[in-house]
């Protein structure tokens, strides 16, 4: 599917002009069936626009948020994403959201990401509104090349649900949202930084193996367009 860049002359302005796009796409679904959902990344880049969405007039009580992917690491450690949202998303207008969190006081990794697929199945599909980020190795969502899982979560044909993954780049054994999972959205952001990401993405659009760039299944085999925002 087609992707379109669009690009801003600061982070500031992405933020805003991103969170009016979302909001617009939440309240849609909610004047439509009543309820309304979005995936969102963690990481650096996606704070300034939490925050902007947090302050937009939405319908909160009725949008259901959750990560696309998360460390196995509980919300109180300041490396989960969970805390990033709490503290910059999960405030103002949008503290009556409801948080679908993927971390699971699991005794393992896999176990959490059973519990986190039961858990997340109560969420419409396809999702509204999916948030991806993406990492200058090219891992979108925790897709990491060279990652345990990478094959079985980029398969088109594994089911939607949480599926683990480790890698050398991702620190502590993550849980992620597969592929079939994300690559439908009614609204599907790719969401950069940068002039260093820019070029990784330039990279990620030529030829070259998916394993090597894994936001290359992304940005060739989504069924969804995909809206690319970028600010310097
Ligand atoms: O590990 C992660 O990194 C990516 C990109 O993060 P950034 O700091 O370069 O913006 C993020 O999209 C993903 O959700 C996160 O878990």
Do not use: C
């Not at 909610?30 to 979005?38: D, E, M, Q």
């Not at 948020?65 to 998360?70: A, F, G, S």
């Amino acid at each position: 599917m087609a992707s379109t860049l669009h690009s801003f002359a600061s982070p500031a302005d992405l933020a805003g002009s991103l969170a009016d796009k979302v909001a617009d796409r939440l309240s849609a679904a909610i004047s439509a069936r009543g309820t309304a959902s979005i995936a969102v990344s963690g990481g650096s880049t996606p704070k300034a626009f939490f925050q902007a969405l947090s302050t937009r007039d939405i319908a909160w009580d009725k949008v259901t948020i959750t990560l696309v992917d998360e460390r196995f690491v509980p919300a109180d450690n300041p490396r989960s994403n969970h805390m990033l949202v709490d503290a910059n998303l999960l405030q103002n207008k949008a503290k009556s959201a409801r948080f679908v969190p993927l971390y699971q006081p699991a005794a393992t990794v896999e176990e959490a990401a059973r519990l986190a697929t039961e858990k997340s199945a109560e969420i419409g599909i396809p999702f509204d509104v999916v948030i991806l980020g993406m990492g200058g190795d090219g891992h979108t969502a925790s897709f990491f090349p060279g990652g345990s899982n990478l094959a079985t979560s980029l398969d088109a044909s594994t089911p939607r649900g949480i599926i683990t993954m480790e890698a050398e780049g991702a620190g502590e054994p993550r849980l992620t949202f597969t592929f079939s999972s994300l690559q439908d959205a009614a609204l599907l952001v790719l969401h950069i930084e940068g002039e260093g990401k820019k070029d990784v993405l330039a990279k990620a659009e030529g030829s070259g193996e998916e394993a090597d760039m894994p936001i290359r299944a992304i940005l060739r085999r989504a069924t969804s367009p995909v809206e690319i925002y970028w600010a310097p």
